[in-house]
């Protein structure tokens, strides 16, 4: 029998034949969402999508683009939050 914390839909299924010819179940953990903005909603480009495990094992230049608010922001919110904060000082 299966573990019980596997019947539920937490982890993805994916069916496998064994090197000795059996045909089992495999259960992985599934992706989380894409990254969104926090102003528009939109899906983030450049940013990884993964288990925190494996994000972390990425290197900083791969995990989000290099420019300020990257991860929280889109590039047109980012380049709007910029102009923004320049026209108030």
Same mark, same amino acid.
């Not at 034949?17 to 480009?45: E, I, Q, W, Y």
């Given at each position: 029998?299966?573990? $019980?914390?596997?019947?539920?839909? +937490? !982890?993805?299924?994916? %069916? *496998?034949? *064994?090197? $000795? &010819?059996?045909?089992? =179940? %495999?259960? +992985? @953990?599934?992706?989380?969402?894409?990254?969104?903005? /926090?102003?528009?909603? &939109?899906? =983030? /480009? &450049?940013?990884?999508? &993964?288990? #925190?495990?494996?994000?972390?094992? @990425?290197?900083?230049?791969?995990?989000? #683009?290099?420019? #300020? !608010? /990257? $991860?929280? @922001?889109?590039?047109?919110?980012?380049?709007?939050?910029?102009?923004?904060?320049?026209?108030?000082?």
């Amino acid at each position: 029998m299966v573990s $019980g914390k596997f019947k539920s839909r +937490t !982890y993805a299924r994916k %069916r *496998t034949v *064994t090197p $000795g &010819g059996k045909n089992v =179940l %495999r259960h +992985t @953990l599934r992706k989380p969402k894409k990254a969104h903005c /926090a102003s528009c909603k &939109g899906v =983030l /480009a &450049g940013v990884a999508r &993964g288990r #925190p495990a494996a994000v972390r094992k @990425l290197s900083k230049s791969q995990r989000v #683009p290099s420019r #300020p !608010y /990257a $991860g929280n @922001l889109c590039s047109a919110c980012s380049r709007r939050a910029i102009i923004k904060k320049a026209r108030s000082e």
